[in-house]
């Protein structure tokens, strides 16, 4: 009773709360500091000064907090905050020596967190580079508690907040740095298939089953979602796009962003970074600008308002931040145009900020100071740095030398007015997500709620209706046989020990899969195959360092085309297109189903003979099971394609890279095709 009645008071007086914080007593723990007890609430004592300091107060408002605690920040500690670079776990949830040097040395607070977690994990050699180790859910909380005891060990006991990509989608070639593939996580179409089911209360089932799966093992920031439109085809990063269509992309981008982090941020919401500002995608010949040969984006369709309305959507919609891209905005009016956008204060500054109104911190992609300084590669990284904060940059992303940061301000070439500026935008999004109240998760829930059944049945359901049907010559679906027959299959790129399911127990499957570098050649084809299945992956070479990232090499960015893919040295194809012939000669083109897995739109080019196979699925990151539900009828397909597929390769080459699809005699199918049964 008497707790109440304080409450009642403290509620009627002085103090009011900071948004997104519980109005009542959260939950407060603490592993490396005391806990205060005052008016019959519980704080902690981060600073460890015996006393109830306004950041630790979370009853006052958000702006009070920050003030007080950057009032009691040094400057070393204020430019830590600036920096943001990988931070994985050693094997087994380790806790590595470059974690303690990060935080006590470089004072930072945010890291990229690229460990992919399995429930069984695999390690064989060793090592923990750029993409991190395997470990477990359970092995990922203890990692990221351990990391937060550390922070909550140090001066002012500044919690850490951790960011990582995409991780809940299928993803047959996932790339550190780019994407992290799902592991133990419900697994997802990829964002051009969730954009194929057109279905927006799924898309929010898909968000708030996301934020649980990352909530539960630390995770409170994602470098994502990709607000780019799929308007150039030979840009490698499309399959991290949704849609060509900028009206769709808004409506999901919003989607995400309110069951993500919630009408504001809160102790359950998942942080957004939204990028790539202004729109990556109408990349000048379809390059990837983490690469040289990608770094001008376009605009001769003068599309730049489409490109940008999916951010305009996600500012109105309350991103916590946005991530401005490497390319260079050729000829466009927000000035300097000559440089990549983070560096850009016409855009950063003049667009973003008072142009769009946007209030929250802007976060540079990762290595634009020294690597990928487009436009200013002449410039000492000292330069870049100041360059790149005068635009607007609050935070480098892929950087982590305080000292360097400081001597800039030493010199009075950085002012710490300035660096204040940017702890505060920062600073905002750690207390409302009740990180200083409690960062820390409990590896026994992370254990269990990880990738459990209900979220994945979900995610099923989503695959299933991500699947486009793109042809139907052969009077689709195929009849499940019945009780004493038997339905004879001849597959490649299929998981045929899923016919050992009770469900499937009258199918009778070959597995054409063969491995020709050790000398294997194709089983044979037997007569009374009755269909042959087909699952088709295209994706890159390792392209070594110079591409590893992705993406076919710049001499070959466009060849699109099957039939050109099959012959290039960048591209490869799975199963080879030469395979895919034989079966379909032998078996009957009539008779065989491709299931291709559409990365980027390739082009269904007549020289591969693909068409004139008797049913084509488009898909985005699906399951065996999934292709097979809609193939026999279990699931009618539903899904409508995302973006155009030319009908030759001429049609992307000559179509301007801002603008979507193709004139009508260039369209093999059009945007939002999809047939069904």
């Given at each position: 009773?008497?707790?109440?009645?304080v409450?009642?008071?403290?509620?009627?007086g002085?103090?009011?709360?900071?948004?997104?914080i519980d109005?009542?007593?959260?939950d407060?723990?603490?592993?490396a500091?005391?806990?205060?007890?005052e008016?019959?609430?519980?704080?902690?004592?981060?600073n460890?000064?015996?006393?109830?300091?306004?950041?630790?107060?979370?009853?006052?408002?958000?702006?009070?907090?920050?003030?007080n605690?950057i009032?009691?920040?040094?400057l070393?500690?204020?430019?830590?905050?600036m920096?943001?670079?990988t931070l994985?776990?050693?094997?087994?949830?380790?806790?590595s020596e470059?974690?303690?040097e990060?935080?006590?040395?470089?004072?930072m607070?945010r890291?990229?967190?690229?460990?992919?977690?399995?429930e069984?994990?695999?390690?064989?050699?060793?090592g923990n580079?750029?993409?991190?180790?395997?470990?477990?859910p359970?092995?990922?909380?203890?990692?990221?508690?351990?990391?937060?005891?550390l922070?909550?060990?140090?001066?002012?006991?500044?919690?850490?907040?951790?960011?990582?990509?995409a991780?809940?989608h299928?993803?047959?070639?996932a790339r550190?740095?780019?994407?992290?593939a799902?592991?133990?996580?419900?697994?997802?179409p990829?964002?051009?298939g969730?954009?194929?089911?057109?279905?927006?209360?799924?898309?929010?089932?898909?968000a708030?089953?996301m934020a649980?799966?990352?909530?539960?093992?630390?995770?409170r920031?994602?470098?994502?979602?990709?607000?780019d439109?799929?308007?150039?085809?030979?840009?490698?990063?499309?399959?991290?796009t949704f849609?060509?269509?900028?009206?769709?992309?808004s409506e999901?981008?919003s989607?995400l962003?309110?069951?993500?982090q919630?009408?504001s941020?809160?102790?359950?919401?998942?942080a957004?970074t939204?990028?790539?500002?202004?729109?990556?995608?109408?990349?000048?010949?379809?390059g990837?600008?983490?690469?040289?040969f990608?770094?001008?984006?376009?605009?001769?369709?003068?599309?730049?308002?489409?490109?940008?309305?999916?951010?305009?959507?996600a500012?109105?919609?309350?991103?916590s931040?946005?991530?401005?891209y490497y390319?260079?905005?050729?000829?466009?009016?927000?000035?300097?145009?000559?440089?990549?956008?983070?560096f850009?204060?016409?855009?950063i500054?003049?667009?973003?900020?008072?142009?769009?109104?946007?209030?929250g911190?802007?976060?540079?992609?990762?290595?634009?100071?020294?690597?990928?300084?487009?436009g200013?590669?002449?410039?000492?990284?000292?330069?870049?740095?100041?360059?790149?904060?005068?635009?607007?940059?609050?935070?480098?992303?892929?950087?982590?030398n305080?000292?360097?940061?400081l001597?800039?301000?030493?010199?009075?070439?950085?002012?710490?007015?300035r660096?204040?500026?940017?702890?505060r935008?920062?600073?905002?999004?750690q207390?409302?997500?009740?990180?200083?109240?409690?960062?820390y998760?409990?590896?026994?829930?992370a254990?269990?709620?990880?990738?459990?059944?209900s979220?994945?049945r979900?995610a099923?359901?989503a695959?299933r209706?991500?699947?486009?049907?793109?042809?139907?010559?052969?009077n689709?679906?195929?009849?499940l046989?019945?009780?004493?027959?038997?339905?004879?299959l001849?597959?490649?790129?299929v998981?045929?020990?899923?016919?050992e399911?009770?469900v499937?127990?009258?199918i009778?499957?070959t597995?054409g899969d063969?491995?020709?570098?050790?000398?294997e050649?194709?089983?044979?084809?037997?007569k009374?195959?009755d269909?042959a299945?087909?699952?088709?992956?295209?994706a890159n070479d390792?392209?070594?360092?110079?591409?590893r990232?992705?993406?076919?090499?710049a001499?070959?960015?466009?060849?699109?085309?099957?039939?050109?893919?099959?012959e290039?040295?960048?591209?490869?194809?799975t199963?080879s297109?030469?395979?895919?012939?034989?079966i379909?000669k032998?078996?009957?083109?009539?008779?065989?189903?491709l299931?291709?897995?559409?990365?980027?739109?390739?082009?269904?080019?007549?020289g591969?003979?693909?068409?004139k196979?008797?049913?084509?699925?488009?898909t985005f990151?699906?399951?065996?099971a999934?292709?097979?539900?809609?193939?026999?009828g279990?699931?009618?397909?539903?899904?409508?394609l995302?973006?155009?597929?030319?009908n030759k390769?001429?049609?992307?080459i000559?179509?301007?890279p801002?603008?979507?699809?193709?004139p009508?005699?260039?369209?093999?199918?059009p945007?939002?095709?999809?047939l069904?049964?």
């Amino acid at each position: 009773m008497i707790r109440l009645l304080v409450l009642l008071l403290v509620i009627k007086g002085s103090h009011s709360f900071a948004q997104g914080i519980d109005r009542f007593q959260p939950d407060i723990q603490a592993r490396a500091v005391d806990r205060r007890h005052e008016d019959g609430f519980t704080f902690k004592d981060l600073n460890k000064n015996g006393k109830l300091d306004a950041y630790e107060d979370w009853r006052q408002p958000t702006e009070s907090r920050i003030e007080n605690l950057i009032s009691q920040m040094n400057l070393q500690e204020k430019v830590g905050m600036m920096l943001i670079n990988t931070l994985n776990a050693e094997e087994k949830g380790r806790l590595s020596e470059r974690a303690v040097e990060l935080i006590e040395d470089e004072k930072m607070t945010r890291f990229i967190f690229r460990n992919t977690i399995t429930e069984n994990p695999v390690n064989a050699g060793g090592g923990n580079g750029f993409r991190g180790v395997q470990i477990t859910p359970f092995e990922a909380a203890q990692f990221m508690n351990s990391v937060q005891e550390l922070a909550e060990n140090t001066r002012l006991g500044i919690p850490v907040m951790f960011k990582s990509n995409a991780r809940n989608h299928v993803d047959y070639d996932a790339r550190a740095g780019i994407n992290v593939a799902s592991g133990a996580f419900s697994s997802w179409p990829k964002e051009s298939g969730l954009a194929a089911t057109r279905d927006m209360e799924l898309i929010a089932d898909f968000a708030n089953i996301m934020a649980q799966e990352w909530t539960a093992i630390g995770l409170r920031g994602m470098y994502g979602y990709m607000a780019d439109l799929s308007t150039e085809p030979r840009w490698y990063r499309v399959h991290e796009t949704f849609t060509e269509d900028s009206d769709l992309a808004s409506e999901i981008i919003s989607v995400l962003i309110k069951n993500l982090q919630g009408d504001s941020l809160h102790t359950g919401s998942v942080a957004l970074t939204i990028k790539h500002f202004p729109g990556g995608g109408p990349q000048e010949g379809g390059g990837d600008p983490h690469y040289d040969f990608g770094k001008n984006q376009v605009y001769p369709a003068n599309n730049f308002d489409y490109h940008l309305a999916p951010f305009e959507a996600a500012i109105k919609a309350g991103a916590s931040s946005i991530m401005a891209y490497y390319g260079i905005p050729v000829g466009q009016p927000y000035l300097p145009n000559n440089v990549g956008m983070a560096f850009s204060k016409g855009m950063i500054t003049g667009l973003l900020r008072n142009k769009l109104g946007f209030k929250g911190y802007v976060n540079s992609d990762t290595g634009i100071i020294g690597e990928r300084a487009w436009g200013l590669e002449d410039k000492s990284e000292e330069e870049q740095i100041l360059i790149a904060i005068e635009a607007g940059t609050d935070i480098l992303s892929g950087f982590n030398n305080n000292q360097q940061l400081l001597d800039l301000v030493a010199s009075g070439k950085l002012s710490e007015s300035r660096v204040d500026l940017s702890v505060r935008r920062l600073l905002k999004e750690q207390f409302e997500l009740g990180l200083f109240e409690n960062p820390y998760v409990d590896p026994n829930r992370a254990a269990y709620l990880v990738g459990n059944p209900s979220f994945q049945r979900k995610a099923d359901i989503a695959q299933r209706k991500s699947i486009v049907l793109l042809q139907n010559n052969m009077n689709l679906p195929i009849a499940l046989p019945k009780e004493g027959d038997s339905l004879k299959l001849f597959t490649m790129g299929v998981h045929t020990e899923m016919f050992e399911e009770a469900v499937w127990s009258n199918i009778k499957a070959t597995p054409g899969d063969y491995e020709a570098g050790k000398g294997e050649v194709m089983p044979s084809i037997t007569k009374d195959i009755d269909y042959a299945i087909i699952r088709v992956h295209v994706a890159n070479d390792e392209g070594g360092g110079e591409r590893r990232y992705g993406g076919a090499s710049a001499d070959e960015l466009n060849m699109l085309a099957f039939s050109e893919m099959a012959e290039a040295k960048s591209w490869k194809m799975t199963p080879s297109l030469e395979d895919i012939k034989t079966i379909m000669k032998t078996v009957g083109a009539e008779k065989t189903i491709l299931s291709i897995d559409f990365r980027q739109p390739y082009v269904l080019d007549e020289g591969s003979g693909l068409l004139k196979a008797g049913a084509i699925l488009a898909t985005f990151g699906v399951s065996d099971a999934a292709v097979m539900d809609i193939l026999t009828g279990t699931f009618k397909p539903t899904g409508k394609l995302p973006f155009a597929l030319a009908n030759k390769p001429e049609a992307i080459i000559e179509q301007h890279p801002d603008a979507p699809g193709y004139p009508e005699e260039d369209t093999l199918f059009p945007f939002g095709h999809g047939l069904t049964y």
